[in-house]
């Protein structure tokens, strides 16, 4: 296997990018109604986990159960920025990544919900494995700066924090 030093720079640029995008695909589909397909973005043995382990999904199946529970009327944003690709070798990088989430319960559809604080912002390190040429998460663990409940929105248009 080829040292990182190795690699030619339109190789790693590439493995940069397909990296990037494999973020900012799961980004998109957690705020954008298909939450349960995230499972396919990880390796088989993929591993969702959050700070001093008090939560860990492994697994594609449990992934898949549990993106795919997602509450019906949740609508989140996520804003993502500082992605900093790391290429360790030809199958495998590292990434972190800051991020800034929105979310509410209790949203319909087509309600415009007034602005609000992020419930979450800090950020994620990420492990890669390329497998059969495409890129998928190996693990992703979520370091939380700033966290609060989601908030749930009330028939009235107020809130309550959740």
Sequence with gaps: MSSP???????RLLVERACERLILELVR????????????????????EWPAGERRVEGQEALRAYFGSRPADRLSRRIC???LVTVDSP??????TYFATY???????GTLVPPRLPANVGHYEDTFRRADGAWLLARRTLVLAFG?????????????AA
């Design 29 to 48: 589909r957690l705020d954008l109604g298909e939450p349960g397909t995230v499972a396919e973005l990880f390796t088989p043995d993929g591993v969702w």
């Design 91 to 96: 199958d495998a990088a590292r990434a972190t």
């Design 5 to 11: 030093a190795e690699l030619e720079p339109l190789e």
């Design 148 to 160: 609060g409940a989601t908030e749930r929105l009330t028939p009235e248009g107020s809130s309550d």
């Design 103 to 109: 979310r509410v319960d209790g949203w319909a559809e």
């Design 81 to 83: 920025t500082n992605v």
